[in-house]
């Protein structure tokens, strides 16, 4: 945990056009706390990357029968970083692993199967388990809470042949403490295209 890097961060968050408009009215967002989400429990957000939080509203509602998603949008959001479980740092990777190690010593000794990532890469269940594993250990330790965790996803197909950059990579942020998020405001069209 650290607070190396700057204190605020730009994020966007892709979302169905009225929920949008409701939190540019102050409303609050709606945390995520599926036991597959990749930086566990909280608000996601993109770092930096309007146009890639609106092309996630747009995969949302294609391929997700019912989506919430009704018409895609994105709003942005200013982010304090605050207790920060930064996975682009070595000591935020420590820890990761530490949690990982000691969660599998639980489940072994329980004979309980342990969850797994999907495939596909969308469902990570095992990378959840560990991250609410690790908010547990700090708070069986009297830790202060992670505010926020900040990860690099490499997504996509390369973008050229034998290319080490993939189309959708990104930074995501998940935002356990909801109070980091310190304004919400609308993105001008032209970041978009």
């Not at 996601?44 to 998603?69: C, F, H, Q, V």
């Not at 388990?129 to 490499?154: M, T, W, Y």
Request: glycine content about 8%; proline content about 6%.
């Amino acid at each position: 945990m650290h607070t190396l890097s700057s204190s605020f961060v730009l994020g966007y968050h892709g979302c169905d056009a009225t929920a949008a408009e409701s939190l540019l009215a102050g409303d609050p967002f709606e945390p995520s706390d599926n036991n597959y989400d990749w930086l566990g429990p909280g608000i996601y957000l993109w770092e930096a990357n309007p146009r890639r939080g609106l092309d996630y509203a747009k995969e949302l509602l294609a391929r997700t029968k019912g989506s919430k998603i009704k018409k895609p949008a994105v709003v942005g959001a200013v982010i304090e970083l605050r207790r920060c479980l930064d996975l682009t740092t070595l000591a935020g990777i420590e820890q990761v692993r530490i949690a990982h190690a000691e969660l599998m010593k639980l489940i072994n000794a329980s004979g309980l199967e342990p969850p797994k990532n999907q495939p596909d890469g969308l469902r990570r269940n095992l990378d959840c388990a560990v991250i609410r594993h690790l908010h547990e250990i700090r708070k069986s330790q009297g830790q202060p809470a992670i505010d926020n965790v900040k990860g690099v996803f490499v997504e996509g197909a390369p973008i050229y042949e034998t290319a080490g950059f993939h189309e959708k990579t990104h930074i995501q942020i998940c935002a356990c403490n909801p109070e980091c998020i310190k304004g919400v405001f609308r993105v001008a069209n032209s970041f978009l295209i």
